[in-house]
């Protein structure tokens, strides 16, 4: 369990609208910050983020807490690693433990296969520079053209030639074996025992999540006698091809800067653009564009350009992607390489004379992804009479509608519907019959928020519910309750999510402790926490941009709102008919508390 004095001291250091927006993208709204949650799939903003509090909520999902609570479930780490990280970037030094987090079966896979991550990147860059070792894969960087620079931003490192080259660095170091399996780095021999590296002799990319830490890699093949020209990670526990693009924790402040993202197929074309000054490019892991994609560049902008090879393939993976991203809420245009200069791929075209230029003439001139599917359906049915024209369209209407028609804002499916209703002269009420009749495919990483399958705050909070938090926003508040309304408070709350929050605030009063949600943290576990962060977020809200519920004193606003939540209170308490006598032995068990005296309940009557 970490030190309290250093949960407070990070806290306080920690500015949670910069922790936030390094990860999602946030627009100023009077005092609050705004933006699309993370933690479902949010369409429109539903996350808000106030810097009074250092608290952020969703009121879709029912995510919140602090920045440890947002650095913890964004990126997927258990407590200890969130604070390290947080402490790290506010400078802050936490209080020296005992003895080392436990590297055996204690330890958590995730946390262990990112160790063995870093440690295999570490070993691969090493080997990138070894005299011998590195020979290959340095004659290939050479040959890509790679820059310097660009080997150092990315990490590029070497596999060494050998089938055990990281197993023996990793035994001279005197660290287990088996974190490095479990992150599908080694495999264990067939016979005779032991284990052998899975990358050899390859160019190494390593993979990096949002927070620039390796959770995975992907190798080039360095001799063509290798059959396999790439080989990538499996999935391991940190790792999942569908929702990760490989580049985007380097292209995301040049993503928010052009307002947009480009979507290239590979490793080296990613490097390529980002050599040449296209720093907001990404790319796909040898899989489709996917909807978790979709959802992980919506936080980050409105637009996204794909870039496909002008071969069929290429046009096959773009007419899959029109599947995918057509009922996503992102400007979605496609560019078709092969067309410039004969470029096969961005690569390519950016090492050619005047290849940038065409390169930005490209992408001005990216087809609207429905325009493209559509030429491309007319293309295809161009020339076989009427009947194959109607039965084309209305099986495209019908594809539409397996694939999310139905859940897009109505004009723009009007709109959709009118083109298909010019290109075959059908009646668009006919072709919408046709797309709502649809059954609705599932989608990996598509999921509806109604069926998001996450923890969502209740419908209605109650009375005592709402006072907590209008202690929480302003806690001298909490010195307006008599001791008569304070047991009748947590008569109220017996038995609901607030209760714990409750007895929280009363211990730290009782103490003289001051009320942030630092200190809470010492005092809550998350589930309680996070609650905090509701009742708080509500009592926020209701103060509206004047902050009638807050100020460093009890002013006449706060009064007035304790009163009435006190009188509703009373009320709802009322009509559950509470037994008499529960109440006086809650009384009784609140003065042994204090060991009989009333005296200690630091509260004015």
């Known amino acids: 369990m970490s030190d309290r004095g250093d949960i407070e001291r990070v806290l306080a250091a920690t500015d949670i609208v910069r922790v936030v927006r390094e990860r999602v993208d946030l627009r100023e709204k009077g005092r609050e910050w705004v933006g699309l949650c993370p933690f479902h799939d949010d369409r429109s903003p539903s996350m808000f983020v106030s810097p009074a509090k250092q608290i952020f909520k969703c009121f879709a999902c029912g995510a919140g807490g602090d920045a440890l609570s947002f650095v913890q479930k964004y990126d997927g780490v258990e407590f200890p690693q969130a604070l390290e990280h947080l402490a790290e970037v506010a400078g802050v030094e936490l209080t020296p433990r005992g003895r080392q987090a436990p590297s055996g079966p204690g330890r958590s896979e995730r946390a262990s296969a990112l160790e063995a991550n870093a440690f295999a990147q570490e070993h691969f860059r090493k080997s990138l520079v070894d005299p011998n070792?590195?020979?290959?894969?340095?004659?290939?960087?050479?040959?890509?053209?790679?820059?310097?620079?660009?080997?150092?931003?990315?990490?590029?490192?070497?596999?060494?030639?050998?089938?055990?080259?990281?197993?023996?660095?990793?035994?001279?170091?005197?660290?287990?074996?088996?974190?490095?399996?479990?992150a599908q780095l080694v495999k264990a021999r067939d016979q005779g025992g032991g284990h052998y590296d899975v990358f050899r002799n390859r160019l190494m990319f390593p993979i990096h999540d949002q927070g620039g830490r390796v959770i995975a890699f992907g190798g080039r093949r360095l001799s063509e006698d290798d059959p396999a020209k790439y080989l990538n990670s499996p999935e391991s526990p940190v790792f999942k091809k569908s929702g990760v693009l490989y580049g985007l924790w380097k292209a995301t402040a040049g993503i928010r800067q052009a307002g947009y993202c480009i979507v290239t197929e590979g490793y080296t074309d990613t490097i390529a653009c980002h050599q040449a000054g296209f720093t907001n490019t990404v790319a796909t892991l040898g899989t489709a564009f996917?909807?978790?994609?979709?959802?992980?560049?919506?936080?980050?902008?409105?637009?996204?350009?794909?870039?496909f090879d002008g071969d069929e393939?290429?046009?096959?993976?773009?007419?899959?992607?029109?599947g995918v991203l057509f009922a996503e809420p992102l400007d979605v245009q496609i560019a078709i390489l092969g067309r410039e200069g004969g470029a096969k791929d961005p690569d390519e075209l950016l090492k050619q004379d005047g290849g940038k230029e065409r390169f930005q003439a490209m992408l001005r001139s990216a087809d609207d992804l429905l325009a493209f599917?559509?030429?491309?359906?007319?293309?295809?049915?161009?020339?076989?009479?009427?009947?194959?024209?109607?039965?084309?369209?209305?099986?495209?209407?019908r594809w539409l509608g397996e694939h999310g028609l139905r859940s897009i804002e109505p004009?723009?499916?009007?709109?959709?519907?009118?083109?298909?209703?010019?290109?075959?002269?059908?009646?668009?009420?006919?072709?919408?019959?046709?797309?709502?009749?649809?059954?609705?495919?599932?989608r990996g990483g598509d999921v509806s928020p109604s069926d998001a399958g996450v923890a969502r705050p209740p419908a209605e909070m109650s009375a005592g519910d709402k006072l907590v938090g209008v202690v929480l926003l302003e806690p001298a508040a909490w010195g307006l309750l008599s001791e008569d309304d304070a047991t009748m408070l947590r008569d109220a709350l017996a038995g609901g999510p607030s209760e714990?929050?409750?007895?929280?605030?009363d211990r730290l009063a009782a103490e003289g402790e001051p009320l942030t949600m630092a200190v809470l943290r010492g005092e809550l576990d998350e589930g309680s926490l996070q609650w905090a962060s509701t009742l708080v977020a509500w009592a926020e809200r209701q103060g509206g941009s004047a902050g009638t519920l807050e100020g460093t004193g009890v002013d006449d606003s706060v009064r007035a709102a304790v009163a009435g939540l006190l009188r509703?209170?009373?009320?709802?308490?009322?009509?559950?008919?509470?037994?008499?006598?529960?109440?006086?032995?809650?009384?009784?068990?609140?003065?042994?508390?204090?060991?009989?005296?009333?005296?200690?309940?630091?509260?004015?009557?």
């Open 313 to 322: 393939a290429g046009l096959t993976a773009a007419d899959r992607a029109v």
């Open 411 to 442: 004009a723009r499916r009007d709109r959709i519907l009118a083109q298909l209703g010019n290109l075959s002269g059908l009646d668009q009420y006919r072709l919408r019959e046709l797309a709502l009749s649809a059954p609705r495919r599932a």
């Open 133 to 182: 070792g590195g020979k290959a894969a340095r004659a290939m960087i050479e040959r890509r053209g790679i820059s310097p620079e660009m080997v150092e931003a990315f990490g590029i490192g070497a596999a060494p030639e050998g089938w055990d080259g990281l197993v023996q660095a990793v035994l001279r170091a005197k660290r287990p074996v088996e974190p490095f399996a479990a």
């Open 373 to 397: 599917r559509f030429d491309r359906l007319r293309a295809r049915l161009e020339g076989g009479g009427r009947s194959a024209l109607i039965s084309g369209v209305e099986e495209e209407v």
């Open 290 to 307: 996917t909807a978790e994609h979709a959802a992980l560049l919506r936080r980050l902008c409105t637009r996204v350009v794909l870039l």
């Open 568 to 605: 509703q209170v009373l009320g709802e308490r009322s009509r559950q008919d509470v037994d008499p006598f529960e109440r006086i032995r809650a009384r009784r068990e609140q003065l042994a508390r204090f060991q009989n005296d009333p005296g200690r309940i630091a509260r004015p009557s």
């Open 500 to 505: 714990p929050v409750a007895a929280a605030v």
